[in-house]
């Protein structure tokens, strides 16, 4: 299961820059698209040798920092794929595809959710996620702490909220300890999240919560729900104040 901290992704992917090894993606394409609320753009990076094969979708989404960001992160997903398999054997092509969806929780906030699957050997791919929550108006990447003014007991309300809806959804049987651990108080069990017009939503890749046949799951938290955290509501486009 694939989660490096996006933080610490760009500081490899910086160090990779530093070093020249890092260029513009090859083969790139880019085709408009519209989600309801902001204006996108689809790009594609496609690499192809004897020994792998790369597919990687990624969005631009109106804010130059945020585009520039997204670039060197699906960019450097390539360029560090491709470095890790150099001393593997050549046995049959390794594979890495990214896909993304979008969530908006207003025309100011938009969240990228990639899907990762990465294949060099086995039953089945590998998978993982990375989400990014941008603040469109400034181009910032939001944390929690950015969301809400008052994170004092967030992570037992998401440890306990979550865990009670995917036992509704998985049940607690054979599942119930992964769910257990999958949601333990620690904030890097909820580092996967983005916000869309109803609050939050927190993502689990396969193994955290539940085995690889179940899927990707997600828990989505209504905006009543945070009230106690004094969610910052223009990010939902609602005046401060307002239900």
Known sequence: MSRAPVSTLFRVIAAIMAAGLLCAPLGAQAAAARTDRVQTEAFTITQRSDKYRVHISYPSI???????????????????????????????????????????????????????????????????????????SNGRLLSYADIFRDTKGL?????SYCRAELTKKLGDGPEGSMIKAGTEEDMVNFDLFSLNAGGLVVHFPPYQVAPYASGY???????????????????????????
């Open 155 to 159: 992570l037992p309300f998401l440890s």
């Open 217 to 243: 799951q997600e828990v989505h938290i209504p905006l009543e729900k945070l009230t106690p955290f004094a969610p910052l509501l223009p990010l939902w486009g609602k005046a401060p104040g307002s239900s």
């Open 62 to 136: 109106g804010n130059t920092v945020a585009d520039t960001e997204l670039a060197i992160w699906a960019t450097g997903q390539s360029t560090l794929f491709i470095r890790g398999i150099e001393d593997l054997p050549t046995a049959f092509p390794y594979e890495l595809t990214i896909s993304y969806s979008l969530q908006n929780a207003s025309p100011r906030v938009a969240s990228v959710i990639f899907t990762i699957s990465t294949y060099t050997g086995g039953a089945h791919p590998e998978p993982g996620m990375a989400t990014f929550v941008y603040d469109l």
